[in-house]
Every structure is written in C-alpha cells, then in structure tokens.
C-alpha cells in the first residue's frame, strides 16, 4: 500500500545511492540470488480466517504450518507463541469463530469432497459434530446479532437447494427458518431475524436480489430491471432499516447500494473506477469495511460512518489488507497482510492505541525476502485488439541477453483472476530461473462486465487465442526464448492447458494440467447438486450438455487428444467432485498412444485443490522436474 510516505522515504533512499556512486565509484554487484527448495517454500504458512475471543485477548485462526489445517490460538498482544487446538492428519479444519462464552464452532468435509459438517470444540477440547446428516452439506452463515444463536445453510432437505437454520446456543437445536423453493441462493439474516436476503442467479452476469419476510413467508424482488444486471445480496445494516445490495446497473463496475426497507428506495451508498468486492459494517455500526478490486489489488478502507472519512492506519509492509475482523465493542481488530512476494502476516490493531502487532508471518525465515520476485501488472493486445492483463514475474537474476524459459499461469473459472497474492509454486519457478506470466484473458473477473462476458460460449477459443497471444510480448521482452514457452492451469486453468496442447498444438511447448476439464459433457453433467442455479447459469454460458453437446465435444480436449504432441503432465486428486478423476484417467490413457511424454501424479486424499501440505510438495517438486526436463532442457537444468 504505497503512500506519500513511502514516496518520501523512495526519493531518499535515491539520492543516497546517487550520492554514494558520486563519492565511491561504480556499486557493487548485487548478491547472487540463492536459491531454494519446495520444501522450504512450502514451510509458508497458509492462513484460513481469523476470529477474536469474547473477552478480547485471544485471536483464533486456522493454519497449515503443520502440513493440515488445524486451529490454532495465539494472544492479541503478540506476547505469546501460537498454541495448537486442533491435531487432524487428514481433513482440513478450517475456523468459523468463538462463540460467545468462548467455545469455538469450525469447519470441515472429508478428503475434500466438499461436504463440510460444522463442529462444536468445548473448552476442554471434546468435539461434536452439529450436523452429522450424510451426503449433505452445511455452511455457516453468521452469528445472531443478538448473539443467542447462529445461521447456518444446508441441502440436507433438498440436494439442489440450501434452507436456512437458526441454531440456539444454549441448546444446540436447530429451527427452519427458510424452505428454499429452489433457484436461491440465501444471504444475511436481518438483526431482527425477521428477513432473509436471498440472491437468485439467472446467468454469470445478471442475477436479482429478494427479500424473504419470515412472518408472512412472502418473498420480494428487490432489484426489478431490464437487459443484464447483476445485482446480489451485501449484508443488512446493524439496525436492520436497510440492505446493501452489490449492482453494476448502469456502470462496468460493480458498486454498492443501500436499500431502505421501509420506504422501498435504493442510494448509491460507495462507487469506484473499478468493482467493490466487500462492503459491510461492523457489528455496532461505527465502521464500514470497504474492499475494491483495484487492477488485481485490493485496496481497502475502513470508514468511520460518524465522520465518514477513512480510518488512518499504521503504516504497513506493501500489500492486500484482507480478512478484516472487527470485535462487537468495535475497539479491536485483525486482518491480514499478503502480496505477490510476500505471504500472509496476520496482525492484531487496537484502535484506541492505535497499536498494530504483527501475531504470526507466514514466510518461512531460511528464505530472505529480498531473493523473492514482485508481480508486475502488464497489458498486451490480443488478436482482435482486446487489451489483455496480466502479471509477469521476471527471476532476480536474469541476465542481459538471456533466453529463459516461460510458463503461462491460467487460473480457474471460468470468471477467476490471477491476483497479485503470494504464490510458493510461482515463487518456486521464477526462483528455479522460470519467468512466469498469470494471464487474465478475456471472461476473467475484475476488469469490467463487458470484458467478464467477452469469453461466453466462446471458451476454448477467443480465451485461448489471448493466451497464445501474449507468446508475441513475452518473445518481445528479449529475455524469453520463444521456443521454450509452455501453459500451465488448474481447473479451467486445466482446461485451458489442455486446450492449447489440442486445438493450437504448435504453440506450446509443454503443459501442466492441475485437475482440469478435459470432457465438459460429463463435466457439465456431473456438477454437484448443490450448485443449483449456478449450475444452470453456466449452462447459459459455457453450454447444455443436451442441447448443445456438439459444440460441447468439439472444444472438449478429450475427443481430439490424437492432436496433442507436447509433453503433458497431469496432476489429479480422487476425490474431486467438480472434475471427476476418470477425466485425467482418461485424458492421460488417450495422450499416451500418440507417444508423447505423459506424466501422472494424483492424491487419493485430495478433492479439488490442495489441503495437505505433503501433497503440495509432492505436485509442485513433480511440476518443476517436468519442466525441466521437457522445457528447459536437460543441459540447461540450474
């Protein structure tokens, strides 16, 4: 987060170094960069959540520094070291927060099938299980604004549809609160729990936000309009007299309105030049948490809603302030601190001091900072004239004249965006002599409506060609070979790995295929029901599996795999429940009869994505083996 400050501090740092070049003579050489291992890159710490304890001295949050995410507990104060309350070896355990006499509810599936149950941890560590149904799945949705209770979702009536449930605290029983007739999505429930904001999907990009009244079980429209609007849910107002509700009517961007419930009317409460990806109040009202996703960044404000004017905070190293939790007495704080060559710190503020303690840094301290690589925002022209973001990492040591090696980065989706976060494998690689370009091609999110829907039904093709297109700047840059430049994705990202090895099989030199789409006729059909409405909107946007399955086995890699001619590397979990493994399984068997190299990694405790930290390891050491043997080249192997 840059400020006039550091700009200062900048022009400073300059003119001593012109000054001692004038008085010393030529600077010396930087230091060779060192280089590292995965499994010192992996000793990251990955952070999920954060929450603060009733009485104010303890932060909880959840952390994978012991290989599986597991709660851990660590004082507000940064006095003391962080304490272990959890020990799973197999399934992640994710933090849902305290409650309000200090027991603490969680999160976790099995193996990562994505069926999360939600758990009770007493204070002296027993552990049940709140909702034991099978084959469903439960989603915490916020404690009570009186704090006697807590929300939470389930498809446990309906496969396809999730009712909301208010549990009591002190007995542990649930109540129904809304029966999902199908087609909801359900939000925040008012403070008075009389309403339910529900958000109904119509396509990826026009949706429409309804009020559900619990006592005359009547449901309202809220967002009425014409052509494709995408409006949802933000959250009620701690007096319960209005909802925000997120819109891009009218505009690219994605800004925030408030609607008065009483009265029926809408004001433009926040607007930016780019969306508004959080906006919420603190649970007394007195602040306003506001995140805009400025150009892959989050730049965050937290408003004082009695001056409206943002608060000052401490500074900060650089980066996205993210996870912001703010206690009921709205004195203290937590939040997280990330960027592309910096991982996740987690910090305690108070607000009255002004104080700002750093609790515990997810960079492991054998690697100096220093040998990390910044992300920079680039653009280039597509094939029609689109202008295409991205972020290129270029390795520290590259020198004048090189011809290095390159990997695309495509993310997952359709409709993610590669962000300027801290990645271990992106660092791995650039660190390994790789440059390293995260392209967000067309139908990615964040830089507009029109660019978000520029890929739809055209997947596999126009996103493809942006990627191939960025070939033309890499090779321009003078430091990149281009016959050494491979794709690489995980889910759509996997696609579109495959995507390129099958329909432009000359343009890259290699792929990495992270548990991506290869048939997207069983993909399409296999969605888990919960999807629900989101399931039909990508319908609209990708294709039916029934209606409009010739073009669907046409951009499906699996049916052309007698095109593939580049070395592939797949890498699946077994448990995946978006991308089923009989698409690598197959994928990989078709691949191999046209004798092309073809390397197989999977997890059988893995669904869609990593949650174990061995397994990371085992995939990222497979990846830069892959790479190196196929991209780089065995002679040139660092």
């Not at 515990?360 to 280039?380: M, T």
């Not at 430049?485 to 495959?498: A, F, K, P, V």
Request: hydrophobic content about 35%; some cysteine; proline content about 6%.
């Amino acid at each position: 987060m840059k400020t006039q400050f550091s700009k200062r501090v900048w022009l400073l740092l300059s003119l001593s170094v012109l000054s001692s070049m004038v008085l010393a003579g030529p600077a010396p050489k930087p230091a060779a960069v060192r280089k590292y291992t995965i499994e010192q890159f992996m000793k990251t710490i990955r952070f999920g959540g954060s929450d603060i304890s009733p009485d104010e001295k303890t932060v909880l949050f959840s952390s994978n520094q012991d290989g599986v995410f597991n709660l851990y507990e660590v004082p507000f104060d940064g006095s003391g070291q962080p304490k272990q309350l959890t020990r799973s070896t197999t399934n992640a355990i994710y933090v849902l927060g305290y409650l309000p006499d200090g027991r603490i509810l969680y999160s976790s599936d099995q193996g990562g099938n994505e069926l999360n149950h939600i758990y009770l941890r007493e204070k002296d560590g027993a552990v049940s299980d709140l909702t034991p149904a099978e084959k469903a799945k439960f989603q915490f949705a916020g404690l009570s604004h009186d704090r006697k209770s807590f929300f939470y979702q389930s498809n446990q009536r309906n496969r396809a549809a999730f009712d909301v449930y208010e549990m009591d605290i002190a007995t542990m029983k649930p109540k129904l609160l809304f029966e999902n007739p199908g087609g909801f999505f359900p939000g925040d429930v008012s403070p008075d729990k009389r309403y339910i904001a529900l958000a109904k999907t119509i396509t990826t990009t026009n949706g429409d936000v309804y009020l559900y009244d619990t006592k005359t079980k009547e449901t309202k429209l809220l967002t009425k309009h014409e052509g494709d609007v995408n409006n949802g849910p933000e959250g009620f107002t701690p007096d319960g007299k209005k909802l925000l509700i997120s819109t891009d009517e009218g505009n690219e961007f994605a800004y925030v309105k408030a609607y008065d419930l009483a009265s029926g009317q809408s004001a433009v409460l926040d607007k930016a030049n780019w969306d508004i990806s959080g906006d919420y109040l603190s649970h007394r009202g007195r602040y306003r948490v506001l995140s805009v996703n400025n150009d892959a960044r989050t730049e965050l404000k937290i408003i004082d809603t009695r001056t409206n004017q943002p608060v000052k905070l401490p500074a900060l190293p650089g980066g996205d302030v993210t996870g912001v939790n703010i206690t009921d007495s709205e004195g203290r704080m937590t939040f997280y601190v990330n960027s592309s060559n910096s991982p996740a710190t987690l910090y305690s503020y108070d607000f009255k001091s002004g104080k700002v303690t750093p609790l515990v840094r997810g960079l492991n301290p054998d690697i100096d900072p220093d040998d990390l690589v910044a992300g920079e925002v680039i653009r280039y022209k597509s094939f029609d004239g689109m202008e295409i973001p991205a972020l290129l990492y270029k390795p520290k040591d590259a020198g004048a004249g090189a011809k290095l090696p390159a990997i695309l980065s495509i993310h997952g989706g359709p409709g993610g965006q590669t962000r300027l976060n801290y990645s271990p494998l992106v660092q791995y690689l650039v660190n390994s002599g790789y440059v390293v370009l995260a392209v967000n091609n067309r139908g990615s999110s964040g830089y507009g409506k029109t660019f978000y829907a520029a890929d739809d039904r055209k997947h596999g093709e126009a996103d493809l060609k942006d990627c191939v297109e960025s070939k033309k700047f890499l090779t321009a840059t003078g430091y990149v070979d281009p016959a050494k430049i491979g794709i690489m994705g995980g889910s759509y990202g996997g696609y579109m790995t495959l995507a390129g090895l099958t329909f432009t099989p000359d343009d890259f030199a290699v792929g990495v295929d992270i548990f991506g789409v290869a048939n997207w006729l069983r993909t399409l059909n296999s969605m888990p029901e919960w999807w629900g409405p989101q399931r039909d909107a990508l319908f609209k946007e990708i294709g039916h599996p029934k209606t409009d399955s010739v073009a669907l086995y046409n951009k499906s890699p699996l049916f052309h795999t007698q095109r593939i001619k580049k070395p592939l590397l797949v890498i699946q979990g077994a448990n995946d429940p978006r991308v089923l493994k009989i698409e690598s399984d197959e994928i990989v068997t078709n691949v191999r009869k046209n004798g092309v190299p073809v390397e197989y990694v999977t997890f059988p405790d893995e669904g869609h994505g990593f949650v174990k930290k061995e397994n990371e390891i085992t995939a990222y050491k497979a990846v830069r083996e892959f790479l190196d043997k196929y991209l780089r080249g065995p002679d040139l192997v660092r």
